[in-house]
């Protein structure tokens, strides 16, 4: 099992950015791909962006692209998700996860515990 904790959600108002880190412990060996999901009130656990572990391939959902950039550190046992120009549409609590990887929430197996994301206009 993977341990994950988020953190750097905030307040921010529209256009501003923020940078968001999930550092991961336990069996980080085991890890395959790590993800960045969001959930605004009454909506699905929509992935935003994800990364895989090894060799750092990317994928990003269309609505953030060119805005939003994840990365990983190894060393550190962190992904990052960098977020800028941020809209209004863009509140929602934001949940790291790892898994074997895809697009769908299925596709985790380990969660965090979500950080929240809050842009006023």
């Known amino acids: 099992q993977v341990q994950l904790v988020e953190s750097g959600g905030g307040l921010v108002q529209a256009g501003d950015s923020l940078r968001l880190s999930c550092a991961a412990s336990?069996?980080?060996?085991?890890?395959?791909?790590m993800g960045w999901f969001r959930q605004a009130p009454g909506k699905e656990r929509n992935l935003v962006a994800h990364?895989?572990?090894?060799?750092?391939?990317?994928y990003y959902a269309e609505s953030v692209k060119g805005r939003f950039t994840i990365s990983r550190d190894n060393a550190k046992n962190t992904v990052y998700l960098q977020m800028n120009s941020l809209k209004p549409e863009d509140t929602a609590v934001y949940y790291c996860?790892?898994?074997?990887?895809?697009?769908?929430?299925?596709?985790?197996?380990?969660w965090g515990q979500g950080t929240q994301v809050t842009v006023s206009s």
């Open positions: 996860a790892a898994g074997p990887g895809g697009t769908i929430s299925s596709a985790y197996w380990d």
């Open positions: 990364i895989t572990w090894r060799d750092g391939r990317t």
């Open positions: 336990g069996r980080t060996f085991s890890i395959y791909t």
